[in-house]
Structures are given as structure tokens and as C-alpha cells.
Nanobody
Framework: QVKLVESGGGLVQAGESLRLSCTAYGAIYLNNAMGWYREAPGRNRHLVAS???????NYDDSVKDRFLISRDNARNTVHLQMSGLKVEDSAVYYC???????????????WGQGTQVTVSS
């Protein structure tokens, strides 16, 4: 089985920074794309940033130039460095990973438990 463990959320003031981390544990054959989603009260969960195994990145327009996603493939870990945080960035942030379980193509989509980010004005 595969489990994603997140860390790094918290309460900060507007303009400050936070770094989220997420590590995948378990029977991982190949860690494909990883990403971060967020869900605010009354809103749907949506993609914030993603990164492929090769390092190609994609960002939601609302976080471009403020957030940076990176990964350490050897440690099956993805990071989200968040700078210039705004009140509207407040949400529960979820890590997501697309993981191949073996060489025969078995694959799963996994989620972390979520970590709260709160930005005060």
C-alpha cells in the first residue's frame, strides 16, 4: 500500500512564507506526477501546482510567481514553497501522487490527509 504524509502547514500573516512537504511511503515502483491541491470552505478542491517525474511544472494562475513546486525523486518527496501568501490562499492543502505499483502497469492515484494553511491579514 501507499501512503502520503504531509507536513508544513500553519498560521502565518499575509506576505509571509510557508513550505509544505509530502512524502510517499510504501510499495512504490515508480512515482509519476505529484502535485498539490487546495480546498477552501465552500469551494471545490482544485489544482495549485504539479510536477512530473522529469521536472515539468504546472501552476494555477493565482499562484504563479509566488509558489514553487519541487521534488526529490530519491526520497519520493514533493515540496511546495509558498511566498507572498495572501488571505485567499487559506485552505486545506492536499498532496496528490500518481504512482506505479509494479512493472505490469498497476497504478494508483493517492491523496494525503490534508494540511491547513491559514493566512491572516
Amino acid at each position: 500500500q501507499v501512503k502520503l504524509v504531509e507536513s508544513g502547514g500553519g498560521l502565518v500573516q499575509a506576505g509571509e512564507s510557508l513550505r509544505l512537504s509530502c512524502t510517499a511511503y510504501g510499495a512504490i515502483y515508480l512515482n509519476n506526477a505529484m502535485g498539490w491541491y487546495r480546498e477552501a470552505p465552500g469551494r471545490n478542491r482544485h489544482l495549485v501546482a504539479s510536477i512530473t517525474a522529469g521536472g515539468a511544472t504546472n501552476y494555477d494562475d493565482s499562484v504563479k510567481d509566488r509558489f514553487l513546486i519541487s521534488r526529490d525523486n530519491a526520497r519520493n518527496t514533493v515540496h511546495l514553497q509558498m511566498s507572498g501568501l495572501k488571505v485567499e490562499d487559506s485552505a486545506v492543502y492536499y498532496c496528490n501522487a500518481d504512482i506505479s505499483l509494479n512493472m505490469w502497469g498497476d497504478r494508483g492515484d493517492y491523496w494525503g490527509q490534508g494540511t491547513q494553511v491559514t493566512v491572516s491579514s
